[in-house]
């Protein structure tokens, strides 16, 4: 099977020729990942931020089960069914007020090109064509479609090939005012520069509250994020949201945004919507937005195939109540201490140059980017998954983990430190 894998089949971001080793998994349950080969690794990713409630879990299956019998998909031109409704009325609920209007995709990155596509239209509605731009932040990632590609930071975002094909937004520097810290005037004034000098033609600020993730996992001051929202008003500039990775507890909020008590015109949400079951996702808007966009016979120009997938939403609305009926913020609280106290003692250690930690979520950046195949290696043979990129290894576990799982997560860290000394980096082991 791997034999064959390696040969036919493309993982994330890799080669053909030379991929990265993938372990072959034979199933999952609680946070644990069962290999092929019989051994059992305690999960730290929760698949990429989505495994929230921990892997095969009886009341999600049930779901999924419950809603198979019925319909597993039918279109949504057209038609209309009880799970996509009801996810809807649970993600009005749970999001800020104004946000009233759902549109349901399939991927984090397409959410993200709907809501680019709501701002743009938005503005082209109005009359105003020339407020065609994005202004975002460096250090950003909003997935891999062109339009999401062309927000993301154009070094660390992973898409500098594709520099000469994209269109070219409005990037202010990644705010260096951490989280839980003041607005530094030098971040406030290289943002409130570059959106009073190009408001005219800009149609909209994006960004990832509070958390930046894949472009470097990175918190940032909720001041900032205050300040960005403040002048999104005052100059006329919708403010796109983008909770993909945040949404739904991450950080100790439910939503990000609520760090800075700030509500967008537009929203994107995925990841741990479905409790990592399938893949769905969702951008919410405001009523000024959605009836700008549909005054004088106007239609947004979207729709996925699989759009409002029943399976999908109806596995979202069970995730969600999961969550609520849980101590979700006591459960993110206690992993934020954990971490805290396992992980903050490593910054003294030679290899590292920073460790942050925010809600279920802890972060270690080394100096030297690290060798991923080889700490891939020990973090298996040491019977955990954790996946580092660039100069970071981080660990964002189901919050459903228990703090032995927890413990043996950060000592394995701590152990891998002692590894990248001893490998040197070179381009085929990154
Ligand atoms: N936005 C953010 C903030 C993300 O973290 C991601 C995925 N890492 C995306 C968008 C893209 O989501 P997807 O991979 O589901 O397309």
Sequence with gaps: MIDFDRKHIWHPYT???????AYAVESASGVRIRLTDGRELVDGMASWWCAIHGYNHPVLNAAIQDQLGRMAHVMFGGLTHAPAVALAER???????????????????????????????????AGRDTKSRLLTIRGGYHGDTFGAM???????????LFRSVLPQHLFAPRPESRFGEPLSGVD??????????????????????????????????????????????????????????????????MLAGEHADVSPDILCLGK???????????????????????????VLMHGPTFMGNPLATAVASASIDLLQ????????????????????????????????????????????????AELQRHFVEQGVWIRPFND???????????????????????????VLEEVPVSPENR
């Excluded at 080669?15 to 080793?21: G, I, K, N, W």
């Excluded at 992993?335 to 290899?351: F, K, N, V």
Aim: aromatic share 6%; hydrophobic share 50%.
């Design 325 to 372: 009926a849980d101590d979700w913020q006591g459960r993110v609280a206690g992993l934020e201490a954990q971490l805290a106290d396992q992980l903050l003692p490593l910054a003294a250690h030679p290899a590292v140059l920073d460790v942050r930690v925010l809600g279920a979520i802890g972060v270690v950046q080394t100096r030297r980017p690290v060798p991923v």
């Design 392 to 418: 970071l290894i981080y660990l964002m576990p189901p919050y459903t983990i228990s703090s032995e799982d927890v413990s043996r997560l950060t000592r394995t860290i701590e152990s891998a430190l002692d």
């Design 188 to 253: 406030a004034d290289a943002f409130e520069s570059l959106i009073r000098a190009n408001h005219h033609e800009l149609a909209a600020v994006i960004l990832e509250p509070i958390v930046q993730g894949a472009g470097g996992m990175w918190f940032y001051s909720a001041d900032y994020l205050r300040r960005v929202a403040d002048l999104c008003a005052e100059l006329d500039v919708l403010l796109i949201l983008d909770e993909i990775a945040t949404g739904f507890g991450r950080t100790g909020k």
């Design 150 to 160: 062309a927000v993301c930071d154009p070094v660390t975002g992973m898409h500098e």
């Design 272 to 298: 741990a919507m479905t409790g990592g079951t399938v893949s769905l996702a969702a951008t919410l808007t405001t009523a000024r937005v959605a009836t700008g966009i549909s005054a004088g016979g106007g």
């Design 15 to 21: 080669s053909m020729l030379d991929p990265l080793p």
């Design 91 to 125: 993600l009005i609920a749970l999001t800020p007020r104004d946000l009233q209007h759902v549109f349901f995709s399939d991927s984090g990155s397409v959410a993200v090109e709907v809501a680019i596509k709501m701002a743009l239209q938005y503005w082209f509605a």
